[in-house]
């Protein structure tokens, strides 16, 4: 049986996006099914400057949360994601920031087959390692640890040669209807947003399973 496509349009610095593909990996392991990952660029936060914002700051303002609420939703989070085997570490200095050009070197990390790996590299490093990912120096020490070529990734960033086609790729999605993330497309038909819990994507995998 071929594995089931799955389309992951995701930022990450998108807590529910990690969330929702660790629990997508688990219902699919659960019913013992192949799954192929295929990322796709959005920005949360596409006129975030370079020097970003305090992640508690950022949230009261965007989303009109409380002090209290942030923080009950940062527990949440760090206790979701051990229950799921991610490590989410947040504290007063915790940072919302850019990512325009982590999307670049996604897009250039896809090209050499890398990246998924790219992908979770990043998020461990944003979420668990707390580090700047808009900052070139960390993004090239993330393709260095995935075995990728360091001189051809700072060549990407430096020329900015992958800009317009990731540009392109967050407009057509967004052109769909896409406005959040994580947004999860099954085989090409189906679509789940938001993190959506294990048992809503068994059920949609067993939806799609039955018209392969």
Not at 69 to 79: A, C, F, G, V
Request: one cysteine or more; aromatic letters at 8%; glycine letters at 6%.
């Amino acid at each position: 049986m071929s594995p089931i496509r799955v389309d992951i349009v995701s930022d990450v610095v998108c807590p529910w996006c990690i969330v929702g593909l660790r629990q997508l990996q688990v219902a699919a392991d659960a019913l013992a099914l192949e799954i192929e990952i295929h990322w796709h660029p959005f920005e949360l936060n596409p006129q975030m400057p370079d020097a970003g914002q305090k992640l508690q700051d950022h949230m009261c303002e965007k989303y009109g949360t409380t002090i209290e609420q942030s923080n009950e939703n940062r527990l949440r989070l760090t206790t979701v994601g051990a229950e799921l085997g991610f490590t989410f570490r947040f504290d007063e200095q915790s940072r919302m920031v850019n990512t325009f050009k982590a999307h670049q070197i996604l897009h250039w990390a896809n090209l050499h087959g890398q990246e998924h790996a790219m992908k979770l590299a990043l998020f461990s490093a944003y979420f668990t390692d707390q580090l700047d990912i808009n900052d070139s120096d960390v993004l090239l020490t993330v393709v260095g640890s995935i075995g990728l070529d360091r001189a051809e990734a700072k060549a990407v960033l430096s020329d900015g040669k992958y800009e317009e086609v990731v540009r392109n790729a967050m407009k057509d999605w967004t052109s769909r209807g896409i406005t959040g993330v994580p947004a999860m497309v099954f085989n090409k038909k189906f679509l789940m947003t938001g993190a959506q819990g294990t048992e809503n994507y068994s059920q949609v995998l067993t939806k799609v399973l039955a018209e392969v």
